[in-house]
């Protein structure tokens, strides 16, 4: 049984930082790409990063380029995303998933934690 877990949401004043975690177990984590994405309230779902099976590449959006970073360890299965600089318009649910890096199509996702950024 394919099972996700995001720790590390909350809620954080414009300018600061928080780190999300996604631990994951029931498949390969190292056979796939793991990315994270995001809902903002009342939008539809959106790509934030990605990165390959290795952690040698990886991809952002353009909205979170310079701010975020993306991280893996297949040692003990968990994927990171390293957040500063947060931004009201980053507050959201964000999801972990495991996938395809090149083509974006993803397997496998988290249920996700809230992000919330306000003053």
């Known amino acids: 049984q394919v099972q996700f877990q995001e720790f590390g949401g909350g809620s954080v004043q414009p300018g600061g930082s928080l780190k999300l975690s996604c631990t994951t177990s029931?498949?390969?984590?190292?056979?796939?790409?793991m990315a994270w994405f995001r809902q903002p309230p009342g939008k539809e779902r959106e790509f934030v990063g990605a990165?390959?099976?290795?952690?040698?590449?990886?991809d952002y959006a353009d909205s979170v380029k310079g701010r975020f970073t993306i991280s893996r360890n297949n040692d003990v299965n968990t994927l990171y995303l390293q957040m500063n600089n947060l931004k009201p318009e980053d507050t959201a649910v964000y999801y972990c998933?495991?996938?395809?890096?090149?083509?974006?199509?993803?397997?496998?996702w988290g249920q996700g934690t809230q992000v919330t950024v306000s003053s």
């Open positions: 029931g498949y390969t984590f190292s056979a796939y790409a």
């Open positions: 998933a495991a996938g395809h890096f090149y083509t974006r199509e993803y397997d496998y």
């Open positions: 990165i390959t099976w290795l952690g040698d590449s990886t």
